[in-house]
């Protein structure tokens, strides 16, 4: 069976073909592209949503037969097409879920529409080293930073989750009050590994708390105050305030997900999500885990972003384990919010 995913929750318009095997085997990816609006938004400082809309509408039907040409299969090889219904921003959803189900029904083929964090969640079973269930999954996508267990595919229990700014938030808004280009949270990272991670003593809320939320909106606001007395004007200032930020994001995320799996006595963890592709965080993720005895799967950078992979791979793993089917409904709907533990873990 060929699937077709199609992602479009934000500023990345993303399309893979996969394809399933065995039901004991894991689905394989054929062909992706991806195009990523950064450069557009970055004059603005942010994602602007309309502008967004705008690209992947200019970007999402020639992504589907670069894909198509690339796997060298017509698009009537395709089986089912898969979407992303949410979360996200509303108007560039409604592209994708526009476009799936125009394709679809042009073809008299199934549709589904999938959670775009079930994606993130899913994503490291495209690398060589998948995990197996249950695992705790640290979800840290955009303005979610979110503590799973994961006990098998559909059955998410919320542990945590922040109550303000989430870790990407945090980057992003700290990049900016140094004066760093958009998308910040690489930026911050890659002057941060000149700067002193104990330079300034940022404050860690909520890590001595008895439970496994996050908050960094405090975070932010110191940052604020330390560039404003010390300037950031100068290269070693930057980098320090840089460094201790990220030190700052990176130790509550590494001890938020070990206790979280001390908690379940889960003995894997996943890390998924734009986030999980800081170097910081996962050379001391591993590191703790090794001391741990625990097991921690990453996704390969390019599917730590927004793609069409995940997305393809969550709708193959639904339908080959039987937990979701296709429908032939080409009335789409989008679900800009839409929490991961609404999302059912039997066929509706």
């Given amino acids: 069976m060929l699937i077709l995913g199609i992602e479009s929750s934000c500023d990345e318009t993303g399309v893979a073909l996969v ?15 991806l195009y990523t609006q950064a450069a557009m938004h970055e004059a603005f400082g942010g994602v602007v949503p309309e502008l967004a809309s705008r690209d992947h509408i200019r970007r999402v039907v020639p992504l589907v037969e670069q894909v198509m040409a690339s796997a060298r299969l017509p698009l009537s090889a395709i089986d089912v097409v898969a979407y992303t219904k949410g979360p996200g921003l509303a108007g560039a959803l409604l592209v994708g879920a526009g476009t799936a189900c125009a394709l679809a029904a042009s073809l008299a083929k199934p549709v589904m529409g999938i959670h775009h964090l079930e994606g993130h969640l899913l994503s490291p079973f495209l ?18 930073t979110q503590l799973m267990l994961v006990n098998a595919l559909g059955n998410y229990q919320l542990l945590g989750e922040t109550i303000d700014d989430a870790a990407g938030e945090a980057f992003d808004k700290s990049a900016k009050l140094l004066g760093l280009g958009y998308p910040g949270g690489p930026a911050l990272a890659a002057i941060a590994m000149h700067g002193k991670s104990d330079a300034y003593a940022f404050p860690r809320p909520l890590l001595h708390q008895p439970n496994l939320n996050f ?19 100068l290269p070693q200032h930057q980098a320090d305030i840089a460094a201790s930020t990220q030190a700052a994001i990176v130790e509550v995320l590494v001890k938020k997900s070990l ?31 090794q001391r741990k005895g625990v097991t921690v799967h990453y996704p390969q950078a390019e599917w730590c972003t927004d793609n069409g992979a995940m997305i393809a791979m969550a ?19 989008v679900l800009p919010r839409w929490p991961l533990t609404h999302v059912s873990s039997v066929a509706e």
Avoid: I
Wanted: hydrophobic share 40%; proline share 4%; charged share 20%.
């Fill in 259 to 289: 206790r979280a799996l001390e908690e379940t006595g889960t003995r894997r963890l996943v890390v998924a999500g734009g986030v999980g592709a800081n170097r910081d965080l996962r050379q001391q993720l591993t590191a703790a885990a």
């Fill in 127 to 144: 690398s060589d080293d998948p995990p197996e269930f249950p695992f705790v999954a640290l979800l840290v996508s955009g303005g979610h």
């Fill in 19 to 33: 394809q399933t095997r065995e039901v004991q085997d894991l689905p394989v990816l054929l062909a992706q592209c």
């Fill in 215 to 233: 908050s960094f909106a405090g975070l932010k606001t110191a940052v604020l105050t330390q560039c404003k007395k010390s300037g950031y004007e």
């Fill in 315 to 333: 709708a193959a793993m639904r339908l080959q384990s039987g937990v979701e089917q296709a429908l032939a409904n080409y009335a789409f709907d």
